[in-house]
């Protein structure tokens, strides 16, 4: 199969970077098109490497790309999640190249999605490709690469909720994570919960001329500030009430065999530019990101932000804002008490709305599992190295969905890295990765199927 790989790497990345040209931003209606564009992409190249039974699902949404190979009922069935869609590539004045115009240096692919997930998830079909290439696909597999990914999976759920016997599988696959670093492959066998809203806040019913109102009329912008800034004390704890009263805590054994993972702080800071870290007291910073909760302001806006100055008091500010979640939250409970609280702290002189937009649970995946087993000797295999298990911090919330729905537990084999600037300008994919992934899939396929015996 090595040989295969090699032999046809320039085509596989030459495809990658043909469907990393298609803006499929599933945020903004005016890349409708091109989204859709994508999703016969994938499909034609589903199709192209083996799969049968290729088709565009409808939603109340973007489709969701199916497809499958079944060899032997008998055998055991693996399930592929991905998405095709992309975050924004905004602002595209801070990307070195063109977004949407796929370059190649030092060794990284430069484009939106290219590591999330087109890339990642691209890995599947072209490790799919190379096993049917080489009669080596040891047992059933199932492909689901929907276009929703980025706004939510809005249509996902109705969709396998009423497709229970077509995803019928022993596990589900994906790749939408991370590594620790090409030298110490990992795991994540666990994911933070979402729940994400926008807050407005309203004072006058027109802009006013600050000269004649300012001192006298509240200032949406200013109260907006001070609101937000409550919401965390001095020690970063979130003051929201009764906002961890549902946190797993774990054991300090628990949190000794995390600080194993290898962590250089020093080459953290420096790789953001940041003299010092930041966040909630008496955690380190690879706990504060993946085991404990938090409360972000993801975009605030209001009154003048054009060319030169316009003295205004605006009649609106906004912001919008994500919690991550930890085990034993929910995104209905953290929602619930975020709206509670944020009203209550409004003045009188200003009138808040809170409207909710998107959650997710947290997920902890087992690591006693056949599954995760093959995984980890699939990496070993091709890394050299045992991978490490790890906690990631970004949330994928249709694995909680998966569990409840399918009752399938997840195997998280992720190939990014920190640095592959995901949702952010310059966002990167290893050429190596990408391989590696093509390399290191098919032998996740073998040794699952050989322990499932």
């Not at 991370?178 to 990992?186: A, E, H, R, V, Y």
């Not at 008091?313 to 008490?337: D, G």
Request: with cysteine; charged share 20%.
């Amino acid at each position: 199969m090595n040989q295969y790989i090699s032999d046809n790497k320039d085509r596989f990345i030459n495809e990658l970077m043909d469907m990393l040209r298609i803006p499929s931003v599933s945020a903004d209606p005016k890349f409708k098109q091109d989204v859709l564009r994508t999703a016969e992409y994938v499909a034609q190249k589903l199709t192209e490497a083996g799969a049968d039974n290729v088709e565009l699902c409808e939603t109340g949404g973007y489709p969701i790309v199916y497809g499958d190979k079944i060899i032997d009922p008998a055998l055991p069935t693996v399930l592929v999640y991905g998405h095709y869609d992309v975050q924004p590539a905004d602002p595209y004045e801070l990307w070195h190249s063109p977004p949407f115009e796929p370059v190649i240096k030092d060794g990284k692919i430069y484009a939106r999605g290219a590591c999330d997930d087109k890339g990642q998830m691209y890995m599947h079909v072209k490790a799919f490709e190379v096993m049917m290439q080489n009669n080596a696909l040891p047992c059933n597999v199932k492909f689901m690469i929907e276009g929703e990914e980025e706004v939510g999976s809005e249509n996902l759920a109705t969709f396998v909720k009423g497709n229970k016997t077509k995803l019928a599988a022993d596990v589900i696959l994906i790749s939408d994570t991370g590594m620790l670093g090409n030298d110490t492959p990992s795991i994540t066998t666990g994911l933070r919960g979402m729940s994400y809203l926008e807050v407005e806040v309203t004072g006058p019913n027109r802009d006013l001329h600050s000269g004649l109102y300012g001192g006298a009329v509240a200032n949406p912008i200013n109260i907006l500030c001070q609101m937000i800034a409550s919401m965390h004390d001095e020690n970063n704890h979130i003051t929201i009430p009764g906002f961890y009263d549902n946190v797993q805590e774990l054991s300090q054994e628990e949190r000794a065999e995390m600080a194993r993972a290898p962590f250089d702080l020093e080459k953290y800071k420096q790789a953001l530019d940041l003299t010092d870290v930041h966040g909630e007291a008496g955690y380190t910073t690879m706990e504060r990101n993946s085991i404990r909760p938090t409360l972000d302001v993801n975009g605030i806006w209001g009154g003048y932000t054009g060319e030169g100055a316009k003295t205004v008091i605006p009649s609106k500010a906004f912001a919008k804002i994500s919690m991550r979640l930890v085990p034993n939250q929910t995104s209905a409970e953290i929602t619930e008490k975020f709206q509670k609280h944020f009203e209550s702290i409004a003045p009188k002189s200003v009138r808040v709305l809170v409207k909710p937009h998107h959650g997710g649970e947290p997920v902890v995946t087992p690591t006693n599992s056949v599954a995760y087993q093959a995984a980890a000797r699939a990496y070993e295999t091709t890394f050299g190295v045992k991978p490490v298990p790890v906690r990631s911090g970004g949330s994928i919330p249709i694995v909680a969905m998966f569990k409840s729905e399918l009752g399938l537990d997840s195997v998280l084999m992720g190939f990014g890295l920190d640095s592959d600037a995901i949702h952010s300008p310059n966002e990167s994919f290893g050429v190596f990765n990408f391989m590696k992934g093509i390399e290191t899939i098919p032998m996740f396929y073998q040794y699952y199927a050989e322990m499932s015996k």
